[in-house]
């Protein structure tokens, strides 16, 4: 009856040691992309994201870049973010940060996803969506009002 408390109790201090450094690593990767995404190093930050989120990398890189001006550009970066919050759902973190520079604060959240043993950025908004994404909806067309009838009485006399 021993031995099985100690059991279960190396099994319990392991479980919580192996969220720690989870959480720790999550952590390190968001830091990273956030630091060279919102000051925008774009190639730093490409080795955090998976391949279904480098098309977002990719319009900050050819459309936002190129017509952006210097003078703007300084009001963006530097731009310091920390860390505010961590939460793991097994293999699915939401890592919620806070984001300021020269013109700006904001709140946001990336999540990160493990593939294999490494995990990367699959989303970045001011509020993250855990689960699968709803399809798109398309908007129905809506009826178009009928003119009115006008009757016309005519009376022969």
């Not at 450094?21 to 999550?26: G, I, L």
């Not at 490409?46 to 279904?52: A, G, L, Q, T």
């Not at 996803?113 to 001011?126: A, I």
């Amino acid at each position: 009856m021993k031995v099985l408390k100690v059991l279960s109790s190396i099994v319990a201090i392991a479980l919580l040691f192996s969220c720690s450094s989870q959480k720790r690593e999550v952590e390190r990767i968001a830091q990273a992309y956030l630091d060279a995404e919102t000051n925008f190093r774009i190639s730093e930050a490409r080795p955090y994201v998976s391949e279904d989120f480098m098309p977002m990398l990719n319009q900050i890189e050819t459309f936002v870049l190129p017509n952006i001006s210097d003078t703007v550009l300084n009001t963006l970066v530097p731009n310091k973010v920390n860390i505010k919050n961590t939460e793991l759902f097994g293999d699915t973190a939401i890592v919620s940060f806070h984001s300021s520079n020269p013109s700006q604060e904001t709140d946001a959240q990336v999540m990160l996803v493990r593939f294999d043993t490494t995990w990367l950025v699959v989303q970045q908004g001011s509020k993250v969506r855990r689960g699968p994404l709803p399809d798109p909806v398309m908007p129905q067309p809506q009826p178009q009002p009928q003119p009115e009838k006008i009757v016309v009485d005519s009376v022969q006399k």
